[in-house]
């Protein structure tokens, strides 16, 4: 079991912009597919943004040019970037990872995963 540990979510007008980290093992960071999930009350989860080791990025269509996923090899840390936030972004944000290069954007593809970070955007 990989150990996954989400931070930065919080409170947010709309409008705003908020950066989410995910800190992970270092063999993680550098080898493994990530992503970003999130799931808002009574919603499945659903796909936000995948990286695979090579630093090749998919996006959910919806959230293209808003939101941006990256690694930080130095600080074994994934990160998201979210910009222009509104009410419908709000939702727990998950940092999940897999073996491999192939990153599906479907939470069955995914084996480990974090906790979750809140992000609550306000009118």
């Known amino acids: 079991q990989v150990q996954l540990v989400e931070s930065g979510g919080g409170p947010v007008q709309a409008g705003g912009s908020l950066s989410l980290s995910c800190a992970a093992p270092?063999?993680?960071?550098?080898?493994?597919?990530m992503a970003w999930f999130r799931q808002a009350p009574g919603k499945d989860r659903e796909a936000v943004a995948s990286i695979n080791r090579d630093g090749y990025t998919t996006y959910a269509e919806a959230l293209k040019g808003r939101f941006t996923i990256s690694r930080a090899y130095d600080k074994n840390t994934l990160h998201l970037e979210m910009n222009n936030l509104d009410a419908d972004d709000t939702a727990m944000y998950y940092c999940?990872?897999?073996?491999?290069?192939?990153?599906?954007?479907?939470?069955?593809?995914?084996?480990?995963w974090g906790q979750g970070t809140q992000v609550t955007v306000s009118a």
């Open positions: 270092a063999y993680v960071v550098t080898t493994y597919c």
């Open positions: 999940a990872a897999r073996p491999g290069s192939w990153c599906p954007l479907a939470p069955s593809g995914y084996g480990d």
